[in-house]
């Protein structure tokens, strides 16, 4: 079944780290979003890619950094700079027309510092 | 630029009754997509319904239907005979073609289905 698989679940990181979350889809979607979700609250944009080898900054994207060498994949990586990286991370995608048919989601990654 | 509020933080409701959870919208574009989604505790985003700018019919999946008045700038979401797996948190989002398609998600409501 096609679908987009985010790695790891859970990912523990000490203060001062970089750490990259793994978002794979195989829907051959051209889109594809990262979303920051902290407790009790709605989502937020962090990067988006409309087509390999370009993003685009959401709304929140200080402290985090994005490439899409290939066509299935959208990495994210929080770096050190991100001072409160604790939070819910999912990614998106979308083959165009999501004004109609919306976003498809992986299941996420839960972040916390230690 | 969009934005979503729902005023509901939580909500409660009695199984087998229907309950309406509020989204208004705020859009200077004429042509736009809302949506809701439901998140399990689980974590994963699950689409429920969607209604286009233009529909002029109110659209309707199973148990949920979207009760759009667009003059309003509303979009809430009914859902009906409440079952216990229907505890979850709630969010309307809504994108438009001027933006492309980038999501704007309102801040949620979570739904505790009562026995």
């Known amino acids: 079944d096609g679908g987009i698989t985010q790695s790891p679940k859970y990912l523990f990181r000490k203060e001062g780290q970089n750490v990259t979350l793994s978002c794979e889809q195989n829907?051959?979607?051209?889109?594809m979003y990262w979303y920051r979700q902290d407790p009790g609250q709605g989502l937020r944009l962090i990067y988006y890619?409309?087509?390999?080898?370009?993003?685009q900054k959401g709304d929140i994207a200080e402290g985090y950094s994005v490439s899409r060498e290939k066509k299935e994949s959208f990495p994210l990586t929080v770096t050190s700079a991100q001072k409160n990286p604790t939070a819910f991370y999912l990614c998106?995608?979308?083959?165009?027309?999501?004004?109609?048919?919306?976003?498809?989601f992986g299941s996420g990654t839960r972040l916390t510092v230690v | 630029a969009q934005k979503i509020t729902q005023t509901q933080p939580g909500m409660f409701v009695q199984e087998k009754e229907a309950v309406t959870l509020d989204c208004t919208y705020d859009?200077?574009?004429?042509?736009?997509?809302l949506f809701w989604y439901k998140q399990p505790s689980s974590g994963e985003m699950i689409f429920l319904i969607y209604?286009?700018?233009?529909?002029?019919q109110n659209a309707t999946e199973g148990r949920y239907s979207l009760n759009f008045q667009k003059a309003r700038k509303s979009a809430n979401l009914v859902i009906s005979a409440s079952q216990l797996g229907d505890s979850a948190m709630y969010f309307c989002?809504?994108?438009?073609?001027?933006?492309?398609?980038?999501?704007?998600f309102g801040p949620g409501t979570r739904l505790s289905v009562l026995p």
């Open positions: 859009t200077s574009d004429q042509s736009y997509g």
């Open positions: 890619s409309q087509i390999v080898n370009d993003f």
């Open positions: 989002a809504m994108t438009d073609f001027a933006e492309g398609q980038n999501f704007v």
């Open positions: 209604q286009g700018s233009y529909d002029e």
């Open positions: 998106a995608s979308t083959a165009g027309g999501a004004e109609h048919y919306g976003y498809t």
């Open positions: 829907l051959n979607h051209d889109a």
